[in-house]
């Protein structure tokens, strides 16, 4: 049975979410009293709380302005995404090469879990994504967990973190519903694939798939309604420069 969230964890993940959907939009001030009023929280709660979503990036402190909604960058979230590429394709390489039962039993029973709720994410991204979400960080951090360098583990958790609010906006924008399926569809066979490689010791295929998985970002999320030709061609630049 799953531990009750603590009031600063679930605080947290109500504004991540409505940050990521559009419902606080960037550049909102973030008021602490409102947000205490709102949420039947204490202050110190709400203060936690935002100061996790600003390491996160999705919120911004200045002294004279207090909390706001980070303002969207295309090229920060390009410069997260190549980063995290490489540092999980060598946490891949690292991990393979100290492969053991264990471990791969662990990436099946991770893989499986996120599995499910690509399911449901295909007929309710919603109110699947958050959950989808954590899923996905279990199963891409499974796999970096063996790698024997808790100093990079600690790297790819940061740059995971900070690039989660392009995710999650990614099922909230305006494309339509056709393109939105046959992309969380893409997502699974390569969450597939990865796991294969993991299984067969193919630190080749894995770092190949890695890099393209984690490239292959929603752009649109940032430039607003960009077409999929649009996302194609900024990914191959992403990718040709990695």
């Known amino acids: 049975m799953k531990k009750p969230k603590s009031v600063i964890a679930a605080l947290t993940d109500e504004l991540r979410r409505d940050i990521s959907l559009g419902v606080i939009k960037p550049g909102d001030k973030l008021n602490i009293e409102s947000l205490k009023r709102d949420h039947s929280v204490s202050h110190p709660s709400v203060r936690e709380a935002l100061s996790m979503l ?3 990036g999705y919120v911004c402190f200045e002294e004279s302005k207090g909390f706001r909604v980070q303002q969207l960058s295309k090229a920060a979230m390009q410069d997260t995404i190549r980063v ?6 060598l946490a891949f390489e690292w991990a393979v090469s100290r492969s053991n039962l264990d471990w791969r039993s662990k990436i099946v029973a991770a893989h499986y879990a996120l599995s499910e709720v690509e ?3 295909i007929k309710d991204s919603h109110n699947t994504v958050l959950e989808w979400d954590a899923r996905n960080r279990e199963f891409h951090m499974m796999i970096s967990a063996n790698c024997g360098s808790q100093k990079l ?3 790819i958790e940061q740059q995971y973190d900070q690039s989660r609010r392009f995710r999650l906006m990614a099922h909230a924008d305006s494309r339509s519903e056709t393109s939105r399926m046959r992309w969380v569809r893409k997502s699974g066979e390569e969450h597939k694939a990865l796991k294969d490689a993991v299984l067969a010791g193919d630190v080749k295929a894995g770092r190949d798939i890695l890099r ?3 490239t292959k970002a929603p752009l649109h999320a940032v430039s607003g309604a960009a077409d999929d030709s649009q996302d194609i061609q900024s990914n191959q630049e ?5």
Not at 84 to 89: H, N, S
Not at 238 to 242: D, F, L, M, N, T
């Open 54 to 56: 600003v390491g996160e």
């Open 84 to 89: 995290r590429a490489e540092l999980e394709a």
């Open 119 to 121: 399911d449901q994410m």
């Open 153 to 155: 583990i600690d790297l």
């Open 212 to 214: 393209k998985h984690i």
């Open 238 to 242: 992403i990718q040709s420069r990695a």
